[in-house]
């Protein structure tokens, strides 16, 4: 079968002269700024950790690549963009992400790679959750007065016979349904769930988990739960209470609610029938359902505009500041997980759910969330002061990471000599002073 990719192409013209391409550049390489995640890496040392507690059951006398060599050529290629496994069969002799690895052979094949995400079990998703908290601390140069933990779900699209399939009106799809806790930028656990199981099935359990070694971490903190609706369950909230730990999350509309607020939305639509401009009024009262123990602090938010009446409530144990400042200087803000989640899934990755057995499908999500740790970690610790101190990951990839490069490498040094003008090599340069060792 003949070689197509070495077969020039010919495009248009210019002037006289014919313009051609093939691949017979040799190691010239697309990934010259992966050696940004190495530098992070070594700096906050976290696949050195989740291979500490990754256990490896292969025969020690044939294994040629270590877990920690795997699981910083998977990390490391989910940031560069190349999601797939199979592509790695290409990229294992990529001399950028050789180095970046840290090796001058060739990397792992993907059949190796796919033999370590179908070897995963429970204990691994478990022991990687570990690792994402332990990050987080270490990640904190100072003791917090008070933590914030984000709780969302999401969906992962499933297209074949995955182990723990079922299909879910609400996204008229077979999938899973992960559950993901953040607290700011960090990523304390991403949990896999089919989509049969309630949102909230393993909430109490996941943020007890969390609250003890976080307190075991910082004992004096105050942790706050903050989510919607789909996360107000009685049981979660009694819990809450007992452990001593605060929440702020939304709460379904029912009847009891729009009675208690039917007087003050009567209102606004008068207003907003004289004025013709939206109407809004947040207060606040004092509310118990049949299954709630005692009654708790409710905050409603109304609004009457072009639409009608759109009224939200939310339930908080928090008894300080007032209705408004609490629902849109705090509720509110819980819209940013939205977009970390999207960061994890969508531009790391994370919605791969390709793998046969469920916790293979865990393992990829946590290989995600690990490339989405070193990148927020890229982002702290290198892109303060720069035009990319707020990129997503998608933007500092391609302005960053995607960087053309010719490799060269003797006995004695690595050259990486890195496309002339690119446009952001200032920001490169600072990156690199700032990872320095």
Known sequence: MPKCTDVPVRFCKVGRRVVEAAFDGGDIVSDGGAVLLKQVDERIGLTR?????????????????????????????????????????????DLAHQTAVGRVVELASAPTLSRLETSATSEHAAALHAVLLDQFIASRMTIPDELVLDIDATHIPLYGDQEGAHFHAHYDNYCYLPLYIFCGQDMLACVLRPSWRDPASVLSALIKLIA???????????????GDSGFCRPK??????????????????NSALLERVAIAEHALAEQYEAVGTKQRLIGEFRYATRSWERERRVIARLEHGAQGRNPRFVVTSLEAGDAKSLY??????????????????????????????????QLRLLLAALAYTLMINLRRLALQGTQLERACTATIRVKLLKIGAAVLRNTRRIRLLLAS???????????????AP
């Open 49 to 93: 950790a989740a291979a500490r507690v990754f256990a490896d059951a292969r025969r020690k006398a044939s294994v040629r690549h270590d877990i920690r060599s795997l699981l910083a050529q998977r990390v490391y290629g989910l940031c560069c963009g190349w999601e797939s496994v199979s592509q790695h069969n290409t990229l294992r002799h």
């Open 236 to 253: 979660a909230l009694r819990r809450f209470d007992a452990w001593g730990i605060d929440y702020i999350v939304g709460l379904q509309k």
């Open 421 to 435: 003008h690119h446009p952001l090599k200032h920001v490169f340069l600072t990156a690199a002073r700032a990872l």
């Open 212 to 226: 003890r070694r976080l307190r075991q971490a910082w004992p004096g903190v105050r942790l706050v739960v903050r």
């Open 328 to 361: 849109e200087d705090l509720y509110c803000a819980r819209g940013e997980a939205e977009n970390r989640i999207k960061e994890a899934q969508i531009d790391l990755f994370g919605r791969r759910g390709s793998c046969r057995r469920f916790a293979s499908n």
